[in-house]
């Protein structure tokens, strides 16, 4: 443990993995991090450009513009009619969120933070910085009566879960008894794959059929880091209650937390434009219909993996050795052992990588077994 009780940084484990991947005679494929490759789109980087004058201080509730097209965007693409400005707040990045919101939100020491049992692991890092305790645990009966937040993820990283409308009442109706805030990651909504979500949006927290029309103690948090390729933007934002919404802006009003004002411009712009979300969906889709039979026919098994941009992916033995073996040919991936506990043998590995170097993953994988 480090001096501030917090664990080394988990990613250099992979050092030597990656060293041993880069040693393949074909390169290394790093499927190993959820990084975009993909250029950002022409219109997002020409708007980012048009704001370059930026003398002023920005606003940490964000420009009008942007909490409108941020309200406009819930309703055309997530099923959330009614947000106004007072419902939004952009933030740099949705990272410093989840690490930040515990304590934002006052949640300390003899507080639970509830999070998934395969989770992305600042859920339990924001509670521990809080003095909190975190609690892996999927189902709303089991979470503990001291529980103040309830971390949701759908699309689920790693494992690309879907909650449906009615598993998210039951969250929300669970933590409404509890005196808890929900906060729902919904980061990779805009990909889904598998079953309903092919062709049916994936659902918000904040969607009517979940709410019932109650904002109260919800929150969502998205980020354009995925489906517009803006990870070096950090531009991302949340919604929900107006009550919960106020009290962290004025938290970040006085932390300085303001997202730059070209950035801003540039998701004001990014959000108003499906065209360039449903292209780079297209590209995620042939990588993974490259990759993912593949995975297969070297003997993996895929569980869940409905949506989003991971393959979660098995072979029944200890990540690490999963890992040894996608090494020696070049692959590189991130081992269950990052997500918690509950998933030892399970290795993500993940879409964003180039049509090239998936295709070489692919046929690495077929030829392992022929």
């Not at 480090?2 to 484990?13: A, R, S």
């Not at 081992?335 to 180039?354: C, K, W």
Request: glycine fraction near 10%; charge should be negative; proline fraction near 7%.
């Amino acid at each position: 443990m480090g001096v501030t009780g917090l664990p080394d940084y988990p990613w250099e484990q992979v050092a030597p993995y990656a060293e041993r991947a880069r040693a393949h005679a074909g390169g290394i494929v790093d499927l190993s991090i959820g990084s975009p490759v993909d250029p950002t789109p022409a219109l997002i980087r020409r708007a980012l450009a048009e704001a370059t004058d930026a003398h002023a201080y920005p606003q940490t509730i964000g420009t009008t513009p942007l909490r409108e097209a941020i309200a406009a965007w819930f309703s055309r693409r997530r099923g959330v009619p009614g947000l106004e400005a007072r419902h939004v707040l952009p933030t740099i990045g949705s990272k410093e969120l989840v690490a930040l919101l515990p304590l934002l939100l006052g949640v300390g020491e003899g507080d639970a933070v509830v999070h998934p049992r395969a989770a992305y692991p600042t859920y339990e890092i924001g509670a521990r910085v809080a003095g909190a305790v975190a609690v892996a645990e999927d189902d709303p009966a089991r979470w503990p009566a001291n529980t103040r937040l309830v971390w949701l993820n759908s699309p689920g990283n790693p494992d690309g879960r879907v909650l449906g409308t009615g598993e998210l009442r039951a969250a929300v109706r669970r933590a409404r008894e509890l005196g808890a805030v929900v906060a729902s990651d919904e980061c990779y909504a805009e990909l889904g794959w598998d079953g309903p979500w092919a062709s049916e949006p994936v659902p918000s927290v904040l969607d009517p059929r979940v709410t019932g029309g109650d904002l109260g103690g919800l929150l969502a948090v998205y980020s354009l880091s995925k489906q517009s390729n803006l990870a070096g933007y950090r531009a991302a934002f949340l919604a929900g209650d107006a009550d919960l919404v106020a009290t962290m802006a004025n938290v970040r009003k006085h932390l300085g937390l303001m997202l730059p004002a070209p950035v801003q411009h540039a998701m004001t712009l990014a959000l108003g434009d499906d065209d360039h979300v449903a292209q780079q969906k297209e590209l995620y889709r042939a990588r993974r219909d490259a990759l993912r039979p593949a995975v297969e026919a070297a003997g993996f098994r895929i569980d869940r993996s409905e949506a989003g941009l991971y393959l979660w992916v098995t072979e029944g033995r200890d990540a690490w050795d999963s890992m040894a073996r996608l090494a020696d040919l070049g692959i590189l991936a991130g081992p269950g052992h990052f997500y918690g506990e509950h998933h030892p043998q399970h290795v993500r590995l993940s879409l964003t990588a180039t049509d090239e170097r998936v295709a070489a993953a692919a046929q690495r994988l077929r030829a392992a077994v022929s």
